[in-house]
């Protein structure tokens, strides 16, 4: 047995003896299930830290030389390392994947208010949602049955996603401590495995340059509330990043009519706290992130008896520790361990006397080794183990604390490991990258994900990209063991995984204070992972079975363009043009995943500053599509906000004023996950807000 493959099994053997968490573990791990048993701790935490940030540094200007982030160039913005399509950061026009950036400068200019705000200007990206949870990254019109398990979600690098239904939660970053979001489209299985079937969304934590104090607070119509704050260090060696962070957003009164054909009304909410540090000394990294986030949902199934309105909360925590050494000029190696904790709760009653509560946690390994051969060739390859623990998925009597159903999910586990590696080769203008990731789990078996990109570099701002790439999703432990006491709803341990093939042809070029990318696709995915019924012609036996389907695909076209000019406006345009064919029907019932998906989707804004005050307006336009029962009309938004800079002795405030939905228009969503509803709204109405920042 080779010196990994001992390392393997002692880690196995290790967790499979129930000492899965190292004394370091445990104690965060009692810390963070305090914080979130007692809420009200973590709020309180939250305003102290903006209050030290105050007391600390209110005496000593520690941010004069920042350079204001929305001054900086085109030029600039393009040269930022992207991280999130190669192991190795590269600019865009050389990334050997499509990728678009949500920079900074974006997000101040536009006032974005959240990561699902300023994710959905991306083409090829909608953020959707079920009757069952909100804010949903979906990306090339894969929708996402019941869970939103497709687009891995990661941050700084580190994959975030609960063990035990797969999907990722893009509301535990505020936007306020986002650097940039880097979004590669299309298949990413050979960089991080499961779950980047159709995507990765690299949520970037702000870079420490040298020592700041940001705070800042909002508040608006609907109940809007908002406060946080981050410190900043940077020296030689050791940075630091921390920020705590709380919203409020009480929303609207809407009339919904349920699957039962029974009306009523029910008001949207969504609140939260989170609270992050990433550190780094040398080789070392520490990354560090909890939340708590409630939100109002539209029942465990969309009934009034099945807890319309009801509170639906999630919590967890992430801690990633990373090493890298660079052992000889040209051999480095890196090594990483995350421990990933999630927990979900829902109500499942109209009284709320019956709820669900899901928790489960993830323990991921990862080895790799770098090597340059020569200049223009290298090779990496590493390993990855990854276990999956599910806790519980309980339904549970309130009153009396007492479980109602484990629904066969109490201690479920599955590990999977895999190996992986990829060649590099540069050769004049051309850069070839071809690789491969080998991924073997204890349930189904193992799994083989291939890719390799051709950048043809014309000169430093033009470049053309061929793209083909696999990808894979392994079922999640919902989709292999849920079942429920009354045995409606089936797990399936025979699922085999998902898998997707994709070509792409894409062209860059920046000019004249432009940016565009332009990229044509062709996908086909194949065993499609959904609940069907059991016995589709009994009248009295309605329960359903997790099943894979069958093949079906996919052309696009994405466009995105950028103007940046100070004198005049900065100016975007991003459009995606989407067409599916209906393979994965089954028998004719005229439900198929792309017949809910919009063929074209925009989004485009201006801005424009006149000396300390500024102005944008931005769109989104989404074309019409099918419901389950009749057709959604096209439908456009827009948004509008005002920002003023000035100095006061030697602090920098900063102020806004913006308009989101400013024509009020109501937005509506197939419902495509159960199909007994046509569509559901956003739950966004019309918001005015206030933003007061203060950088000391």
Known sequence: MNRYNKFLFTQHTFFHKGYSKCLLIQSVESLIKLLNKYEVIMKNLITIFIVILFLVFAGNSVAQDNKDLSSLSLDELLNIPISVSSTKAKDIFNTPSSVTVVDENMILKYRFNSVAEALS????????????????????????????NKVLVLINGVASWSTVTGEANIDKINIHDVERIEVLKGPASVLYGTNAYTGAINIVLKNPVKESVQTYFGTGSNGIFQAGGNYSYSDNDFKVFISGNASDEAGVVYKFTDEKKTSGHYKEYMRGQNFNLNASYKGHSLLFNTYVSHESYLGVDPNFTSGIGNDHWNNGYLAAYKFSNQLTEALDINYSLTYDWNQRNLSRTADDNTRANIKGYRVYNNLKFNYNITQDFNIEAGADYDLRQANEYKNYNVQKDSTLSGNDMDSRKVYEYSLFAQAGLTVGSFNLLAGTRYSSNE???????????????????????????????????????????????????????????????????????????????????????????????????????????????????????????????????????????????????????????????????????????????????????????????????????????????????????????????????????????????????QRFSYELQLIL
Not at 131 to 139: D, E, F, G
Not at 575 to 586: H, L
Not at 663 to 673: A, M, N, Q, Y
């Open 121 to 148: 200007i991306v083409p090829g990206m909608q953020v959707l949602r079920t009757y069952l949870k909100r804010n949903l990254p979906t990306a090339r019109g894969i929708l996402q049955d019941h869970y939103a």
């Open 443 to 685: 349930l189904f078996g193992s799994n083989l994900s291939s890719r390799t990109t051709l950048v043809y570099s014309i000169d430093g701002k033009n470049s053309v990209k061929f793209i083909w790439g696999q990808s894979y999703r392994a079922p999640s432990l919902f989709e292999l063991y849920f079942r429920t006491s009354s045995n409606t709803v089936f797990g399936n341990t025979s699922l085999s995984p998902e898998k997707s093939n994709s070509l792409e042809l894409a062209y860059l070029t920046s000019f004249d204070k432009f940016f565009i990318q332009a990229l044509v696709y062709h996908a086909t995915y194949e065993n499609k992972i959904f609940r069907v019924r059991r016995f589709p012609t009994s009248t009295t036996d309605k329960s359903t079975i997790y099943v894979n389907g069958s093949t079906f695909k996919a052309d696009g076209l994405e466009l995105e363009a950028r103007y940046q000019n100070e004198d005049l406006a900065d100016l975007f345009a991003n459009y995606s043009y989407t067409k599916g064919d209906n393979g994965d029907e089954i028998n004719g019932d005229g439900k198929y995943n792309f017949k809910y998906v919009p063929q074209h989707v925009l989004a485009a804004g201006i801005y424009k500053q006149f000396e300390n005050f500024a102005a944008s307006f931005a769109i989104n336009y989404i074309s019409k599509t099918s419901g389950t029962l009749y057709e959604l009309d096209s439908y456009l938004t827009a948004d509008v906000s005002i920002g003023f800079k000035h100095k006061i002795e030697k602090y920098f405030l900063s102020h806004s004023i913006s308009v989101k939905n400013l024509f009020d228009k109501t937005v509506r969503f197939p419902e495509f996950s159960r199909g007994t509803i046509n569509d559901i709204p956003s739950g966004y109405g």
